[in-house]
């Protein structure tokens, strides 16, 4: 299987501050990875899909990068609505594999 | 609007089964996959499988093979993942999901099963 490493694990940001999240995979996915937001009591919302693909709805900026093992989702500006945990999802082999998670709280 | 509603939690003995419901509306059942996705409490996620609606084709995780079975009724475009042998292993939050080509799109509430004597 595929093994995502996401880092960092916990996260503190104040509101208006750049963020990036890293996810690493332990074998080439190519641009095959998504991102997704959590909210607390939620199911995940995709954010981001084929690596740098902003799903309809989502606010710009969000953003995605990335192919081959590295991939980084980046939040340009902080807002209090975004905290949440962020996961990651390979997509490129079977089974599907996500990332532990990046938990995002306001400081 | 797209909507996939689960049904209510479930509490279960230890070694008992139990069937789980996914209601989809607002699009065309057959044409989208259904993937399910285990999540223990506070932890990160797993993919446990997907069906196909249109022809019934199921891919599962090896890791659930024998603990998971996907189904899927056209006539009421509900899909169903039944789950066998539980062990307290098993208490989590289960959820249904769209597959909108390689994005998982869509998601059910999530349904909380808790297995306890």
């Known amino acids: 299987d595929i093994q995502m490493t996401q880092s960092p694990s916990f996260l503190s940001a104040s509101v208006g501050d750049r963020v990036t999240i890293n996810c690493k995979a332990s074998?080439?996915?190519?641009?095959?990875l998504n991102w997704y937001q959590q909210k607390l009591g939620e199911a995940p919302k995709l954010l981001i899909y084929?690596?740098?693909s902003l799903q309809t709805g989502i606010p710009s900026r969000f953003s995605g990068s990335g192919s081959g093992t590295d991939f980084t989702l980046t939040i340009s500006s902080l807002q209090p609505e975004d905290v949440a945990t962020y996961f990651c999802?390979?997509?490129?082999?079977?089974?599907?594999?996500f990332g532990g998670g990046t938990k995002l709280e306001l400081k | 609007q797209v909507n996939l509603l689960q049904s209510g939690a479930a509490l279960v003995k230890p070694g008992a089964s139990v069937k789980l419901s996914c209601k989809a509306s607002?699009?065309?059942?057959?044409?989208?996959?259904i993937h399910w996705v285990k999540q223990s409490h506070g932890k990160s996620l797993e993919w446990i499988g997907y069906?196909?609606?249109?022809?019934?084709?199921?891919n599962y995780n090896e890791k659930f093979k024998s603990k998971a079975t996907l189904t899927v009724d056209k006539s009421t475009n509900t899909a169903y993942m039944e789950l066998s042998r539980l062990t307290s292993e098993d208490s989590a939050t289960y959820y249904c999901?769209?597959?909108?080509?390689?994005?998982?799109?869509?998601w059910g509430q999530g349904v909380m099963v808790t297995v306890s004597s």
């Open positions: 999802l390979q997509h490129n082999s079977w089974p599907w594999t």
């Open positions: 069906i196909n609606p249109n022809s019934g084709y199921t």
């Open positions: 607002g699009y065309t059942f057959t044409d989208y996959y």
């Open positions: 999901t769209r597959d909108g080509y390689n994005r998982l799109d869509y």
């Open positions: 084929n690596a740098n």
């Open positions: 074998q080439n996915i190519n641009r095959y």
